[in-house]
């Protein structure tokens, strides 16, 4: 792990709050994520873990407290993406094979498709399915999809 990265939390929230009119959703949070957690966001229906995510990934804008990503405060969305997220349900292309689906994930991103195939390779091999590369995604076994929406969260593949 980078010394940059060891010392910094990946995200920092302070005080962070939504409100939608008068009605708060979020209540001033405060956590940190440090370098190589994986974080969960659980609550019941109507907490606020959708809002949440979406000022996280600057698809929204918070009411006020502030967050860092990768330590440099979030004035634009240039960070948001070395941020990855795995949805409640999957969202691969069922008629793509495994590989086909990384590829289309890292164009997202703007990686050429040489460079996506050799770190799609990476990532299989990361993942044990190297050897299901060219299978459909309807193909594999219960989690293995799964597996496949959370292997690009390793976004040192992809951004670094």
């Not at 990946?10 to 956590?31: T, W």
């Amino acid at each position: 792990m980078s010394e940059i990265l060891s010392n910094k939390s990946i995200v920092r929230a302070r005080g962070v709050r939504k409100s939608f009119g008068e009605r708060e959703v979020v209540c001033g949070l405060d956590f940190d994520i440090p370098a190589g957690v994986c974080f969960g966001i659980l609550g019941p229906n109507g907490a606020g873990k959708t809002t949440l995510m979406r000022m996280l990934v600057g698809m929204s804008p918070v009411t006020s407290g502030e967050y860092t990503l990768f330590g440099e405060p979030v004035s634009d969305t240039s960070l948001h993406h070395r941020l990855g997220v795995v949805p409640q349900q999957d969202n691969l292309d069922p008629d793509f094979s495994v590989l086909k689906n990384l590829m289309v994930y890292a164009n997202y991103f703007g990686i050429s498709k040489a460079e996506a195939a050799s770190r799609g390779a990476e990532l299989l091999e990361f993942a044990s399915l190297t050897s299901r590369a060219d299978d459909t995604v309807t193909s594999l076994s219960g989690g293995m999809p799964r597996q496949i929406c959370s292997r690009p969260l390793c976004n040192y593949f992809w951004s670094f």
